[in-house]
């Protein structure tokens, strides 16, 4: 048994290394480009049957001229992205209570514009809302769309100023003075409900059921079992159209964490400050950091038991020597008191 010893820490040990072999790719992508838009987005606030100016421009820093169409489109945001689509694209034809493209004319001349190299286009359109308009947020793009395919615009996002099925957008967000409907909630808060190791990804979706866009302000906040507050992130500051739900990700606390957590997410917004809540726990324990000390502790036991059979044997071995000697002293003893001759009294 202690010949095979060796041979089973030395499988131990090499067992330490292959649990901690994790492999973490990366990747990384950049983007530039020449046309761009501004501003790639604008508020216009407006009382119904008013007119009003909105004014966009198109540049071109590239060196050559570009050629292209200039348009009107309703938009919506189509996934929990925030990704946008223009209505008047193929299966986007539905009707939105939110669209507002049929209240702006393009003036005349600039359907069709030419942009020079290193130069830029404005175009001024009038905007002109019904009487019977209903208050809360209105959505368009004016876009430009060229004849030919574009570079990759050099300032962009996901709601304005991004090449969408070949154009490049700025969008407005028009306000229709009167009485809006505020309406957001919390649909998913959640958390992995066991983790080895952290940070824990954080979860959170707000869906906004009003008549107006709203960008909810806030923090995530992390408790450990004793109600410490161990980690806050901020909530990303984004905009979440009506009848659209948007998705928010944090990355919580540090690598090794033990024991039961609790993470909270508090949020404002709209015009009133209306607050949204949620919480949820879980539960972190490093397993494989559990299992190399469990195993460390085994190597330990098992070198020590060596050690101490080892000693214990020789131990063994000088006390039979010791008493092999005694006996032999006690069988001298006997021998020389023997031959020793006795005095008579």
Wanted: charged share 20%; hydrophobic share 45%.
């Amino acid at each position: 048994m202690i010949k095979k010893l060796p041979i089973f820490l030395t499988a131990l040990t090499l067992s330490l290394f292959f649990i901690f072999s994790i492999v973490k790719p990366s990747t990384s992508l950049a983007q530039s480009g020449f046309l761009t838009v501004a501003p790639a987005r604008q508020i216009v606030e407006i009382d119904p049957g008013d007119t009003t100016s909105i004014s966009i421009k198109f540049l071109n820093q590239g060196v050559l001229p570009i050629a292209g169409d200039i348009g009107v489109a309703d938009f919506l945001v189509i996934d929990n992205m925030g990704t946008v689509a223009f209505q008047d694209l193929p299966k986007m034809q539905a009707p939105s209570p939110y669209a507002a493209a049929s209240w702006v004319k393009i003036p005349t001349g600039y359907e069709k514009v030419t942009i020079s190299a290193e130069d830029k286009v404005t175009i001024t359109l009038k905007m002109t809302v019904p009487e019977d308009a209903k208050p809360g947020g209105r959505y368009f793009g004016v876009y430009f769309e060229p004849n030919s395919s574009i570079p990759t615009p050099i300032k962009s996002d996901k709601e304005a100023g991004t090449s969408v099925k070949s154009r490049l957008a700025g969008l407005v967000y028009v306000r229709v003075a009167g009485p809006i409907s505020e309406n957001a909630s919390i649909i998913k808060f959640q958390t992995p409900t066991f983790i080895e190791y952290g940070p824990v990804k954080v979860t959170s979706e707000i869906i906004n059921r009003g008549s107006y866009h709203i960008t909810p302000k806030g923090q995530v906040v992390l408790y450990d079992w004793l109600g410490r507050r161990i980690d806050v992130k901020a909530l990303e500051e984004t905009n979440i159209f009506p009848d659209s739900s948007r998705i928010f990700t944090s990355e919580m606390g540090k690598q090794l964490m033990f024991g039961k957590f609790k993470v909270e997410l508090t949020a404002t917004y709209g015009e009133t400050g209306q607050v949204l809540t949620a919480s949820a726990s879980f539960f972190a324990f490093p397993i494989r950091v559990a299992l190399v000390i469990l195993l460390s502790i085994i190597i330990l036991i098992l070198v020590g038991m060596i050690i101490w059979k080892k000693v214990k044997g020789r131990q063994s071995k000088l006390e039979l020597k010791l008493e092999e000697e005694i006996h032999e002293l006690e069988e001298l003893k006997d021998k020389v008191s023997d031959n020793i001759p006795q005095v008579k009294k």
